[in-house]
């Protein structure tokens, strides 16, 4: 005679249309708790998941991108939609990375926003832009070293940060 678990596999194996309505009601019923075993789930296999990701990605490269190009010659609107969008959202982001720096340069005092660029005080910069090539993901960088209180940025008007650049060399 087989075993309780070997039933139970072979009923699932059998109706698989029942076991899915049984599991939708669970989740329905219970969906604090999947909400928990989710939460634990992605706690203790974000690294493995992060992985599996990246090799995804490498192996499906190239599909992917055809993929990528055919969706925005079937979509036109979509592009200039998602481009506006995150002009918007860098330039909010910006915005507000500058009034939390104080909003004005503190060499000359100069405010307005189109013109204040955001210096590393020990220079930097462009290491930091070719590690980081994401806009956002460095105007996330620099707001977590803000909060941390780490004095790495500066507020610089674009004149006062070009001479900072010119006197000490920093160009090269």
């Not at 109706?15 to 789930?41: F, G, I, M, Q, T």
């Not at 998941?49 to 599909?63: G, L, S, T």
């Not at 189109?114 to 462009?126: E, T, V």
Request: hydrophobic share 20%.
């Amino acid at each position: 005679m087989s075993s309780r678990a070997e039933y139970h596999r072979k009923w699932r194996e059998e109706n698989p249309e029942k076991k899915s309505l049984a599991n939708r009601k669970w989740r329905e019923n219970n969906s604090d708790k999947k909400h928990e075993y989710d939460k634990l789930y992605s706690e203790t296999h974000k690294s493995q998941d992060r992985e599996r990701a990246k090799k995804y990605y490498q192996e499906h490269k190239e599909a992917i991108s055809e993929r990528r190009k055919l969706h925005k010659q079937v979509h036109p609107e979509k592009k200039e939609k998602e481009k506006n969008y995150t002009y918007n959202y860098r330039t909010d982001k910006r915005k507000r990375l500058i009034e939390i720096m104080g909003g004005k340069c503190v060499i000359c005092g100069f405010n307005d926003w189109r013109a204040l660029q955001i210096d590393h005080i020990n220079s930097g910069g462009a290491k930091e832009r070719n590690e980081v090539r994401s806009v956002t993901r460095r105007y996330k960088i620099i707001e977590n070293s803000i909060n941390k209180n780490e004095n790495k940025y500066q507020l610089l008007c674009a004149n006062c940060n070009q001479i900072k650049t010119y006197i000490n060399n920093e160009h090269t």
